[in-house]
């Protein structure tokens, strides 16, 4: 009789015997590896362009096709999201995106505005 082929899609079968643990490389000279590539700092470095703290919080978007109803949508990074179909609604949500923005927490941050 012939032995049965194991099955395809089984882990490896472990071993009784213990073998031998294998030695690690050359930690010094030509033959060691390297860390990094040479000329590549692995240190990281302070952004050398600070950030000038601006960008965009609040989103306007308008549809208007030919004579089909106009669309707008307003949403804001503080999680405001509105939308409008029809001229006099789409006109209103313009209104209330230009009032938001005076109002908005992520934009007029009354932090340090004493100070200043």
């Not at 707008?72 to 029809?86: I, L, M, P």
Request: hydrophobic letters at 35%; one cysteine or more.
């Amino acid at each position: 009789m012939s032995t049965p082929t194991p099955p395809l899609k089984s882990p490896p079968r472990t071993t009784t015997d213990p073998r031998p643990a294998i030695a690690a490389g050359a930690t010094e000279g030509r033959s060691a590896p390297k860390n990094a590539a040479e000329g590549v700092l692995s240190a990281l470095r302070p952004n050398p362009r600070p950030s000038t703290e601006r960008r965009p919080v609040a989103w306007l978007s308008i549809y208007a096709p030919g004579r089909a109803t106009p669309t707008a949508r307003s949403w804001c990074a503080c999680g405001r999201d509105r939308f409008a179909a029809g001229h006099k609604r789409a006109a209103a949500l313009i209104a209330d995106h230009a009032a938001h923005r005076a109002l908005c927490p992520l934009r007029n941050c009354q932090e340090g505005r004493a100070a200043a």
